[in-house]
């Protein structure tokens, strides 16, 4: 018989599923389900979907913390972004946060190490699977998506960025044209396009024989549209920001005088 991963039908299962396999045990007196033996053929394939937690979250969380004030300043010291209306300067913010947040990690070189989170109690389980159907859970960080986070941060590692570079590769985040509801759309787009010749400019200075690098900046860059901002929120703020909305404080920190 093939294996059946045994994580499969997790959002199939019925409310009271675990105080239900609890009670079938205790009167049959053996398990309700035969445990299977692992090898290399039947390995589980949902180890990348266990939800992990920062290993050294005190340090961790203040490194971040430091990232993204710095991340909202550098938004704050661009003149060009400060002649914005205050809509498309919001606009603008919750869209590229999160990979410039990314950026900054990367030019800060922050390295951070997971682990499992920890099972909650059998009642805290059952309490949570008999909650209001109308609250939506929030996402929990994997052990996918931290590896995608971490191979991202790796790959502009590997690029060894100048402070130049990553300021003007900032820049093409930032002026993003394409970002709905914008009301000054074409004078972001003419700010990108001043920011990506820029940039060009350095490249050609720093790495005149390197013809290719601009381009895998730019796609580099796209990488960082794959990690969501709910991973980051979780991941590195909400063991210090606890029920607080992130985007509101990152709002509070853009418009605050």
Avoid at 81 to 100: V, Y
Wanted: with cysteine; proline share 7%; hydrophobic share 40%.
């Amino acid at each position: 018989m093939d294996y059946e991963c045994q994580c499969s039908d997790v959002s199939n299962r019925r409310p009271n599923a675990i105080l239900f396999n609890i009670l079938s045990r205790s009167h049959s007196g053996e398990p309700s389900r035969r445990t299977p033996s692992y090898s290399p053929s039947n390995r589980c394939h949902c180890e990348t979907r266990r939800t992990v937690r920062l290993r050294t979250p005190g340090d961790t969380c203040s490194l971040a913390s430091s990232v993204l004030v710095k991340t909202i300043c550098f938004m704050k010291s661009l003149p060009a972004f400060q002649q914005l209306p205050a809509k498309d300067q919001l606009l603008l913010l919750q869209n590229c946060w999160t990979p410039l947040f990314l950026l900054g990690l990367a030019q800060e070189r922050v390295a951070f190490e997971v682990e499992d989170t920890p099972a909650p109690s059998m009642l805290k389980q059952i309490l949570l699977n008999h909650q209001d159907a109308q609250e939506q859970p929030r996402e929990q960080p994997t052990l996918a998506g931290v590896q995608k986070l971490k191979s991202c941060l790796k790959r502009f590692w590997s690029l060894d960025l100048s402070p130049k570079e990553y300021a003007y590769l900032k820049g093409t985040i930032i002026f993003n044209p394409d970002v709905p509801g914008l009301r000054a759309a074409l004078f972001v787009e003419g700010l990108q396009q001043e920011a990506q010749l820029a940039l060009q400019e350095v490249l050609h200075l720093l790495h005149p024989e390197d013809q290719g690098r601009f381009a895998r900046l730019l796609l580099a860059a796209s990488s960082l549209k794959t990690i969501t901002p709910a991973l980051i929120t979780e991941l590195f703020f909400r063991p210090i920001i606890s029920q607080v909305h992130l985007l509101d404080l990152l709002t509070d920190m853009l418009f605050s005088r």
